[in-house]
């Protein structure tokens, strides 16, 4: 036997901490990044699976007589319907609950406890339905930090549970007591119209309630209306007029904070690798951008976009109150342009021209900016300097950025 053949399982055997190490660390990032919300999901799904599994049979067999008006009825016993409700807004939360829904996390809590509550009344002793209830509850509450979103999916889901809950207690109920209304609901058709009909609160009057029973589900069925529509509409339209609103305030807020800071002019090579010094060194930049191309910088980056010679464009970006606006388009008639803008609307303010072009510097000293900086002049003597060992220094540097002709 070959010493590689009787080395091999020792080596592996030796590796195999390592690997086992390796595994447990992959396994423990799958878990920090989504193991508690699909914990929760899953837990949420069998429970409403559980609810639902025993009345399916009895909510087949009414739904395949709906022109029966018992078996109608029958979908409006008390011991059926809750369960199904119940577990069907079980099964719809756990696509809330992956998406780390904060109304989702609330929601499930509540149905977990009624799921718990009936499981326990139900059975009369401690079955597998309460014990899932009680373990979602406890993950739940362990990882509450977890389900931290405000998720317009999730409050749809919720609104579409709640509507679709409310639908079926009108129609149930409408038909449940039926005989109390003139005239009498006796079928489904009916009972769909008078429920949308109340719970929008038109009430054309044609069909009316006459006895005491009649009467108070007309009342509850007004109020739960009110209040589920009221509910949705602020889970789903209140983050989207929110978000608006957020938008706006940020963006205001962010003009207003637009002090001693540096002004950057184009989307040239040059000014973004300028933008990235100047935020590595942590001092806030605002950069102007032109409408027409595409900015290269990212989503975090305070991009104004508009003409840079504008005044608007100009007092928006903060300049009056920048420590210094460099202008680093890759047109140099545009920077001695934009140069001219910056002069008149804020004098104080230091300007920095970049020239792309060495034969237009003697043009762009025209408009006077504070310092020039032509990367190809730069470049140029310094290489020249470096081939023949000559010294440089800051005071070399300086004359060389302020483009000096002599």
């Not at 901490?17 to 919300?37: F, K, T």
């Not at 998720?151 to 207690?169: N, T």
């Amino acid at each position: 036997m070959s010493r590689d053949e009787a080395g091999g399982p020792a080596q592996r055997l030796r590796a195999l901490p390592g690997l086992v190490e390796s595994r447990i660390g992959v396994l423990r990032r799958v878990w920090n990044s989504a193991g508690p919300q699909a914990l929760a999901a899953l837990l949420a799904a069998a429970a409403g699976a559980l609810l639902m599994r025993p009345q399916f049979a009895h909510v087949a067999s009414s739904l395949r007589m709906l022109n029966d008006p018992q078996a109608a009825l029958g979908l409006a016993d008390m011991l059926v319907l809750p369960r199904v409700l119940l577990g069907l807004g079980l099964v719809l939360m756990s696509l809330g609950l992956l998406a780390r829904a904060r109304v989702a996390w609330v929601i499930t809590l509540l149905l977990s406890l009624l799921g718990a509550g009936d499981a326990l009344v139900s059975a009369h002793r401690i079955g597998p339905l309460f014990v899932l209830c009680l373990l979602q509850l406890a993950v739940l509450l362990l990882w509450a930090r977890r389900f931290n979103r405000s998720s317009i999916a999730a409050g749809s889901l919720f609104a579409l549970l709640s509507i679709g809950s409310l639908m079926l207690y009108g129609m149930l109920g409408s038909l449940w007591f039926g005989e109390g209304y003139t005239p009498p609901i006796r079928n489904l058709g009916t009972a769909l119209y008078y429920a949308v009909e109340t719970m929008s609160t038109v009430g054309y009057g044609d069909i009316v309630p006459r006895t005491l029973h009649a009467r108070m589900f007309t009342v509850s069925l007004i109020v739960l209306g009110i209040t589920v529509f009221a509910t949705t509409l602020s889970l789903i339209i209140g983050p989207v007029i929110g978000g608006s609103i957020k938008r706006a305030l940020e963006g205001r807020m962010q003009k207003q904070q637009r002090r001693n800071h540096y002004v950057i002019l184009g989307i040239s090579a040059l000014a973004y690798t300028t933008w990235k010094a100047l935020q590595q060194r942590g001092v806030p930049v605002t950069v102007v951008v032109s409408s027409a191309a595409a900015s290269p910088f990212p989503p975090e980056a305070d991009v104004v976009v508009g003409d840079a010679t504008s005044n608007e464009v100009l007092e928006r970006a903060g300049v009056p109150h920048a420590k210094a606006v460099l202008t680093l388009r890759e047109d140099d008639a545009e920077n001695a342009f934009a140069v001219l803008a910056v002069k008149e609307l804020a004098p104080g303010v230091k300007t920095i021209a970049g020239v792309n072009d060495a034969r237009h510097v003697a043009k762009i000293r025209r408009v006077q900016p504070d310092l020039l900086f032509a990367p190809q002049l730069l470049g140029s003597d310094l290489l020249v300097r470096s081939l023949f060992d000559e010294p440089i220094d800051n005071q070399t540097v300086a004359k060389l950025l302020f483009a000096d002709p002599d």
